[in-house]
């Protein structure tokens, strides 16, 4: 049988599992040198893949390479960032005092200066699987203070990454997305969108609440593994918002969407028409700082960030694509679909 080191040696030269005339070639080599090897079922005592394949990839998977690369591309909001704190970190007893300022505190400055300096602590409690959901009982500032994620935020990528958003959508990626839409096959949902979409833009009026949503028809959810069960576009868009009607019943609301999240939650008289924006997460409302769609959304998507979320699963690619795209988070090191790079470079370097 090929050594160790063969197989090593050949996945050097090819870089992956070679490809198929060489299973076949080595497989022919083997039966030769050794009849007994030779499959009694197959026409020429060999198959071009089975065992080789399969060992192949064994080899791969248990190679230091395969296991760096591997480690290299992971889901981004689960994974520590590298902190720009340009404040001044407490611990200990500072700490437990500030976090007391921050709950009974009326000045909202002092509030927020508080939150920056117990961000790292924050972090390490976030990142603890074993306190992870203790967080908003910790910090229930974030509860009824507008802002404070996207200040956290601001403290793991700087002001840039966090403006980027907001600052490039409405002249740069709107209307690249919308173009893009057109060519997708009819539906009633795209169908839906488009037209409003496009008056919006045109007439440059406000921002209407499902604009954003366009790109998801983009990237549909996907099925991942053989126990993943497909989700319908319409049913995974109803994971990353939610909407009701003012007058309703916020407690009843939430008891009957069930544990989903993080997800944006609309509240208005009509779809078309929201007063206000949140974010609920843990059966939990967090105001949004501006009720504006676009700056709603940005903030449900920089929530997974402040708080290390994963991506819901049938958002992945959708996720995926607004992180490397819209806010050039980890361009490269995140495990990016075909379809989410294929997007991406032609929402970036085309011209419309």
């Known amino acids: 049988m090929l050594s160790f ?13 070679p490809p198929v005339n060489v299973h076949i070639t080595y497989a022919l080599g083997i039966t030769t040198l050794f009849p007994n090897l030779k499959d009694p079922d197959s026409k020429n005592g060999y198959s071009g893949s089975s065992y080789l394949a399969w060992r192949w990839k064994t080899v791969q998977r248990n190679s230091e390479e395969f296991k760096k690369s591997k480690s290299t591309f992971q889901h981004c909001p689960k994974t520590p960032c590298n902190m720009l704190l340009h404040v001044k970190q407490l ?42 959901s203790t967080v908003l009982d910790l910090f229930p500032r974030f509860l009824y203070t507008s802002g404070l994620i996207d200040q956290d935020f601001t403290m793991l990528f700087g002001e840039e990454v966090s403006g980027k958003f907001l600052a490039k959508w409405p002249t740069f990626f709107k209307p690249r997305i919308i173009t ?10 795209v169908d839906e969108l488009l037209p409003l979409s496009w008056l919006a833009y045109l007439k440059k009026l406000p921002f209407l609440w499902n604009l954003i949503f366009i790109p998801y028809h983009l990237l549909p959810p996907t099925s991942r593994g053989r126990k993943s069960s497909k989700v319908s576009t319409s049913d995974a868009a109803d994971r990353l918002k939610k909407f009701m009607k003012v007058g309703r019943s916020m407690e009843t609301f939430l008891k009957e969407t069930g544990p989903a999240q993080p997800f944006l939650l609309c509240v208005g008289e009509r779809k078309n028409s929201i007063q206000n924006h949140y974010i609920v997460l843990d059966q939990k409302v967090i105001p949004c700082m501006t009720q504006t769609g676009v700056a709603a959304f940005d903030e449900l998507f920089k929530s997974h960030f402040a708080f290390s979320l994963s991506y819901d699963e049938p958002l992945f690619n959708f996720y995926t694509f607004i992180q490397t795209s819209m806010y050039g988070i980890d361009v490269g090191s995140v495990r990016e679909s075909p379809r989410v790079k294929e997007i991406r470079a032609r929402i970036l370097y085309s011209a419309i």
């Open 91 to 132: 611990s200990g007893d500072e700490c437990k005092e500030a976090m007391s300022v921050i709950r009974h505190s009326a000045d909202m400055k002092l509030v927020k200066d508080n939150m920056k300096a117990t961000f790292q602590y924050r972090q390490k409690v976030i990142q603890d699987p074993a306190t992870a």
């Open 5 to 17: 080191l063969g197989q090593m040696s050949l996945m050097m030269r090819f870089r992956r599992i």
């Open 180 to 189: 893009e839409c057109q060519k997708l096959p009819q539906s009633a949902q």
